[in-house]
């Protein structure tokens, strides 16, 4: 599994019925092998991912892209992560939040 891979899961397997009206972009800024940075939208409960960085996110996430890749197989918990300073969030913890609802299950195979 790497970070593109986990991205297109991402897009393939959004439970759009539990989007609601969530609008929010999400930017993450992952560092080392395998790194770069990637916009995640989410808006009209559809999700879409593009490479690169977006003008106005609601949040940052910024790691390292191998620490990102443990957290969605579940080897690694976000809230593990952050107190750890492995997982570093800016902008609307709401949202945040809400993003790792959607996502619980990416990654795990449930």
Do not use: H, Y
Request: hydrophobic share 40%; glycine share 10%; aromatic share 8%.
């Amino acid at each position: 599994m790497n970070v593109a891979n986990v991205f297109n899961e991402m897009v393939t397997a959004f439970p759009s019925e539990k989007a609601g009206n969530l609008r929010a972009q999400f930017q993450f800024r992952l560092s080392g092998e395998d790194g770069g940075d990637w916009t995640l939208t989410i808006a009209d409960q559809k999700c879409t991912v593009t490479e690169g960085l977006s003008q106005k996110p609601d949040v940052t996430i910024t790691m390292d892209a191998a620490d990102f890749i443990k957290m969605v197989k579940g080897e690694l918990q976000p809230v593990v992560a952050f107190m750890q300073g492995k997982l570093k969030l800016q902008g609307d913890m709401n949202k945040a939040m809400k993003l790792q609802e959607l996502f619980a299950s990416i990654g795990t195979g449930s």
